[in-house]
Structure formats: C-alpha cells, structure tokens
C-alpha cells in the first residue's frame, strides 16, 4: 500500500473529484489531507472532513491545529470528528513553548501523529499580523517536544529545509522523531541534491525508516510529480524493497494505525 502522508486541500475546483481519479493513475492507494490555513488557500477542517467521510477507503483527514489559538478540548473534538492526525505549521511562539504542551499532551493520549512543518516557511498575507517567523519551526525546536511527549509520534516536514542535517539527526536520536522529503514538485530544496546528499544524512542502519513519502501538493496537477521525483530519488539510491516499502506506506500505516 502507498500512503501519501503529506498532501494539502487547496480551493481548486473539483479538487475531491479529480483527486480521487488521479492516485490509482500515479499509484497511490490512499492521502492524508489537511489544510494548512485560509492564509494559504486551503479549505476548512469541515472540509477535509466531509471528503473523509466521502471517500473513507481513499483520503485520511489531518486537522489543522493553530498552535496559540486552539486549546486541548479542539483535539477531543477533532477526534470525535474521526481526524487521524493532527497538522501543525506557523505558531505564535515557538513549537518549544511550553504554553502548548496541555495540546501535545493531549495529542499524545490519542496516539495521533502530527505533521509539523519545519523550516522556511512560504509567504502569505498577514505575516506581520500573525508574527511569521521561519526560525520558530526549525527541526531543533521539536527536540524538547520529542523528549517531553516519547508517545507522540512527529513527522517534520520538508526534511527541515535548509537545516536538514538537524532534522535527520532528530530523527537519528528520537524514536518518534520522523521527517518527509517533500517540497514543490519540479524539485525544490531538492532541486540540487543528489544522492550522496542522501546518503550523507541518511547513514545509519534503518534510517530509512524514519521517512515516510509525501508529496505537498497544492493542485491535483501535482500529484504525479510528486510521485515521480521521489521514486527517482530512491531509484538512484539503489534502496532494497523493505526501505521501499517502508517510506512508500508501511511507516504511515503504524503511525496512523491502518491495517495494510
């Protein structure tokens, strides 16, 4: 089974629809949906929550947690909602604040797995307002948050970008410390990486299963790009098929409690 963990739901019209066509063409048997704000486009938790409930066997919701503003009753209810992880990006302070720990706390008790975004963040509208800040999502920012919560499972985002040593090194030392390789889909941060750069960041026996596959898409377009630059990426690595199928779902699968 391929699991897309990491897929945004942009207002594009007949997203659902043409979404749900689109993952058997490119080979992908399930996606994780979530928004990440209004300031990016994206539709509401509702939203995600009706294509869940739609296409059960084909989109998994994540909701998106605003970090200053919810409090740890959104996570109950997210949970009743049947949401199976959480998303995370542009918080007031930063992750590390232990004014969001109650939060954490409580999304430790629900074994959900939280997307995190971790490094430069894109622009949007109402930065100075919502005090955007890059620096507060670094990888490092988590470690507390891993040592604090060892229940709570975390994906960082994008491999930290541009502090991707940092990250692969947090998911070297933390048992629930997990990161993606996803960015724009013509290429990205990855643009310029070949495969000894991961082959640098990624030495240790098993490391390769603490990435799991993703592809950021903001448009449906964009999904079999996605797909494609990381089965090319892996291909050059020469991975053995149980790296392979880790990253490509069995990873997602525990971390979301699916059965494969």
Not at 66 to 88: N, S, Y
Not at 104 to 126: A, C, D, K, S
Not at 173 to 183: A, M, R, S
Not at 195 to 208: E, I, K, Q, T, V
Request: hydrophobic share 40%; glycine share 8%; charged share 25%.
């Amino acid at each position: 089974m391929v699991i897309d963990f990491h897929a945004h739901y942009a207002r594009q019209e007949n997203f659902i629809p043409r979404l749900i066509e689109a993952l058997p063409k490119v080979g992908i048997d399930r996606i994780c949906l979530c928004s990440a704000g209004e300031e990016f486009g994206h539709v509401s938790n509702a939203e995600v929550q009706a294509a869940f409930e739609q296409f059960p066997e084909k989109i998994i919701g994540l909701a998106h947690v605003r970090l200053g503003i919810d409090t740890p009753d959104a996570v109950d209810e997210f949970v009743r909602q049947g949401f199976k992880g959480i998303k995370i990006i542009n918080p007031l302070a930063p992750y590390d604040d232990p004014g969001y720990f109650p939060l954490y706390e409580r999304m430790e008790h629900y074994n959900l797995p939280v997307l995190f975004h971790t490094g430069i963040v894109m622009r949007t509208r109402g930065e100075r307002e919502r005090q955007v800040s890059s620096l507060k999502m670094t990888p490092a920012r988590l470690d507390a948050v891993a040592r604090s919560f060892p229940g709570l499972n975390i994906v960082g985002a994008h491999l930290g970008a541009p502090w991707h040593e940092e990250a692969s090194m947090m998911a070297r030392i933390h048992p629930n410390y997990y990161v993606d390789l996803t960015g724009a889909c013509w290429g990205g941060w990855r643009a310029n990486k070949g495969p000894d750069f991961y082959r640098y960041h990624f030495f240790w026996p098993g490391a390769w299963n603490k990435v799991v596959f993703g592809t950021d898409i903001l448009k449906v377009e964009e999904l079999a790009a996605g797909k494609e630059i990381h089965d090319r990426i892996f291909e050059q690595l020469n991975l053995d098929k149980p790296a392979l199928d880790a990253i490509y779902g069995l990873t997602a699968a525990r971390l979301l409690h699916l059965t494969t």
